[in-house]
């Protein structure tokens, strides 16, 4: 069976239904009532969005005169940028949050499908709570009253330009797909860094960068990248494992700020991604801000790669869902053998050789876009 890969563009606060992105076709975005998009600083073309759903990203050029950006960093005025999933883009002026995903199940037919195998199905299954709890999250306490809101949005408004959005029914049920590689589940510890030493490396002024009243931002004392902090809570949490429902404002808090240290550099095309390891270590709750150039001689093994580029690296927003929905983050244990998984390009998915291959790789493949 042939897969088609479909993108979707999601409003992160479900004010409108997603739009699907086809592949290869420049869809025009801006000032728009199908975007629930009324600001005046936005163009009606403020960007223009290409999918590749092949190799599963979106180039996002800039058309309007005011920035738009992705995970915080400001998009350059005719320039592509590169959209994965995961990473927000922001329409205009950091309002208007979006993400995209991928699916690559037709969706009318993806009850029926049998063929596929059951570790797949699974994956899937716990995707559309993903998917859905996306919408949870933005009004835990309205959670009813937001999913008929977005019921009752109209299926197929018609564009108010000639451009060629395809505007998708919202179909709670589509899925994007993960690549879940889980060969083996023997547990490997995650000693990336020095963690036993984390609480301390709080109080180190050398590292520290910021500090309020519930958290700390610290360099990472080895980065893996050239700008890679951790934000810590001073709430004594050891690990996600023992987060619940009343730590989603903390977390919240932690991302927040997290942002907002990444927005303060200023490096052309620099994406950063803020989350989680899988398999937590057991001193103290941490969350990565790293920029995704993975440029530092302390970037050396496999480990370091895949612990950052693959689904062991979760990001700080489905953590969020996770409670929201749950109240409690799911086990990951088995994402372990990831750490072993073959070396990838995180951004054009192509196979390397080795760590030295890969480092060529990713400041080449970097600069192409
Ligand atoms: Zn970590
Ligand atoms: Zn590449």
């Not at 083996?184 to 309020?212: C, F, Y």
Request: glycine share 2%; hydrophobic share 30%.
């Amino acid at each position: 069976m042939s897969k088609s890969v479909k993108c979707y563009l999601e409003c992160c606060k479900s004010s409108h239904p997603k739009i699907q992105l086809p592949h290869n076709l420049p869809v025009l975005i801006g000032r728009m009532p199908e975007l629930a998009v009324t600001d005046k600083m936005c163009s009606r073309n403020q960007l223009e969005l290409t999918a590749n759903c092949q190799k599963k990203y979106v180039l996002v050029k800039r058309l309007g005169a005011n920035k738009s950006q992705i995970n915080g960093i400001d998009i350059e005025q005719n320039k592509s940028s590169r959209l994965e999933e995961g990473h927000e883009l922001h329409i205009v002026n950091g309002k208007y949050p979006h993400q995209i995903y991928f699916t690559d199940e037709n969706t009318d037919t993806k009850a029926q499908k049998s063929t596929i195998s059951s570790s797949r199905i699974q994956t899937e299954k716990a995707d559309i709570s993903s998917k859905e709890s996306v919408h949870k999250r933005q009004k835990v306490t309205s959670k009813t009253k937001a999913k008929k809101a977005k019921i009752t949005l109209k299926e197929n408004d018609s564009p108010s330009t000639d451009s060629v959005y395809t505007f998708n029914s919202p179909d709670a049920g589509t899925l994007s797909t993960q690549k879940l590689e889980s060969k083996n589940t023997s547990r490997i510890p995650e000693k990336h860094h020095w963690s036993q030493g984390l609480r301390a490396s709080m109080s180190d002024a050398e590292l520290i960068v910021l500090e309020d009243e519930k958290l700390v931002v610290i360099r990472d004392k080895f980065p893996k990248a050239k700008y890679h902090w951790l934000v810590l809570p001073k709430e004594g949490i050891s690990s996600t494992k023992n987060l619940t429902f009343e730590n989603i404002d903390l977390l919240q808090h932690i991302l927040k700020v997290g942002k907002e240290i990444a927005n303060e550099v200023t490096d052309e095309d620099i994406a950063f991604r803020f989350g989680y390891h899988a398999v937590p270590s057991m001193s103290q709750l941490h969350m990565h801000v790293i920029s995704q150039d993975f440029n530092s001689p302390c970037f050396k093994t496999k480990k370091h790669w895949n612990s950052f580029t693959t689904d062991y690296f979760v990001n700080a927003t489905d953590i969020i869902q996770e409670l929201a929905t749950d109240g409690k983050v799911q086990d990951r244990k088995k994402l372990t053998s990831l750490l072993n998984a073959p070396l990838k390009c995180h951004r054009c998915k192509e196979l390397q050789k080795n760590i030295p291959t890969l480092k060529k790789h990713i400041q080449k493949c970097c600069i192409v876009l």
